[in-house]
């Protein structure tokens, strides 16, 4: 799986737009972009996934760039319970189960 | 829908003991995945059981053994308890091995070896 670059911490303020960065510059054709998040002592929890173009469910929206070397996850109206670590990872949509995730970014929503 | 669902959430063993974890994943979900998570080495990936068959293993030693039953239910072991294997241990579930990247994850068990 190709490897991602996200910031380690970042704030942002609460009901506004929270945009968390990602850079996987080795990805591959085939390679899907992932975000999970982890609220301190839980499971993490899928938020969102895609290939090419922009993808927006419920909980977010995924822009990826062009090129699909970066991409971006915005949190529309960020909210005190959106502070977690978000993960960005980059893997084929059909293998195997084996989740890799780094450090993640530790994003902190200010009220 | 029901989410994954761990079982204990917590517990406290001391070293030489083995403990078992057991996970139901969400219903239709035939894949399970079991992963340990420590602030010092993060996610590590353990094993991954579809349809009864373990598919991929981690790099763990052997002390760390799992299975999957016919509901799809799944049980992690860990053996001979050491001090290290003090973590969080999560079970993730998804619709089939290698369909897709979209897991769901348990709230986890948290192991504590003393």
């Known amino acids: 799986d190709a490897k991602t670059t996200q910031p380690p911490s970042m704030d942002c303020a609460e009901g506004r737009a929270a945009n968390l960065p990602c850079n996987h510059s080795t990805i591959s054709g085939n390679e899907y972009v992932y975000w999970y998040r982890q609220i301190h002592s839980q499971g993490p929890q899928y938020i969102i996934h895609?290939?090419?173009n922009n993808e927006t469910n419920e909980m977010a929206s995924l822009i990826i760039t062009e090129d699909r070397k970066s991409s971006t996850l915005i949190l529309p109206h960020a909210t005190l319970r959106d502070t977690a670590v978000y993960y960005c990872i980059v893997r084929v949509a059909r293998g195997n189960n084996r989740l890799a995730f780094g450090k993640g970014n530790q994003v902190v929503v200010i009220p | 829908k029901a989410g994954v669902t761990q079982t204990p959430r917590y517990l406290i063993k001391t070293r030489g003991q083995q403990v078992t974890l057991s996970c139901s994943p969400i219903?239709?979900?035939?894949?399970v995945s079991w992963y340990q998570q420590t602030p010092g080495q993060g996610l590590q990936f353990l094993f991954e059981y579809f349809s009864e068959t373990q598919r991929n293993k981690g790099n763990f030693p052997g002390r760390f053994s799992g299975r999957q039953f016919s509901n799809s239910r799944s049980e992690m072991n860990v053996s001979t308890l050491e001090l290290g294997d003090s973590a969080l241990y999560l079970c993730?579930?998804?619709?089939?091995?290698?369909?897709?990247?979209?897991?769901?994850f348990g709230e986890g068990s948290r192991l504590t070896v003393l």
């Open positions: 993730a579930s998804s619709l089939g091995a290698g369909l897709t990247g979209e897991l769901f």
């Open positions: 895609g290939l090419k």
């Open positions: 219903s239709g979900h035939r894949s």
